[in-house]
């Protein structure tokens, strides 16, 4: 039997937050309970956001916490040729195609929809869809342009699938039998696969890394869930394997809402400051009642 691998994929887009802390403590609970191995990788993709000294910070709150990782760390910004090569593979069979309008033209083209009274599709996590169709595209070019941004042609992948709903195998405790369900990536409407400061977005790099970095479990909280469904597709499509999930409870802030790096929650970093013992966070924190 191959040995699991579990990794910690945070993104330095700031510094981690209770969430991050339990999602990594979760991931090497688990990877203890099945006696795997438990990778780290930086996602720092979203080239606008991500900076060096958020990483650096990375390794220290995760040291803190007490947890260890295989070296060498992956980094997402030195792979940008495999995602590159992923997505070309895409394009060449007609599953993704430019999609050069500003963020100004999309909005822009939404207010029009709401205007003629046109009920547009909106994502899971509430943002609407690509509001352009074929007819506005435009011709497709033969080669992939550079430097322009690339959507995954939803409805010509699951086609080519001859699918409808991908399947998704999900472990509740690490000793439940897998179960598997299926899950309708259509509802993420034709996703983003490489963006204007994005060389590539995260589903597409997130496939690609489980992949080549071996993966068989996928560990994370519960807001990453429902997009599940992308990743399993952007796998059938690019023949890489699909891993076993298990999306673990939120911390919720004290008005109920998941943390966010953006919204300023406290980092682990300031709470460190204030002398928090290490073990009392940890026990906290394991003992957080679940989120609905
Ligand atoms: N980089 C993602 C985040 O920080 C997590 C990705 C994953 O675990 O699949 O939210």
Redesign the pocket.
Known sequence: MIQPVL?????P?GYLHLG?AL?ALECQRWADALGGRMLL?I?DTDISRARPHYVEAIFDDLAWLGLSWEEPVRVQSEHLEAYEKALRLLYDQGLAYPAPASRTQIAHALDGLKTEGIAWHIDPDGSPHYPFGDRDRGERPDMMPDDVPIRLDMAAALKKLGISKVSEKRLDTPTSAPVTTMTDPSLWGDILLRGRDRPAT?HLA?VVD?ADQGVTH?V??L??GPSTSV?RLLQELLGLPAPIYHHHRLVLGEDGRKLSKSEGAKSLRSLRRTGIARDALIARLMATPPSP
Do not use: T
């Not at 990794?7 to 993104?11: D, K, Q």
């Open positions: 990794r910690f994929a945070p993104s887009n991050h999602s990788r996602e995260y997130v489980d996928v994370r909280g807001d990453l990743q």
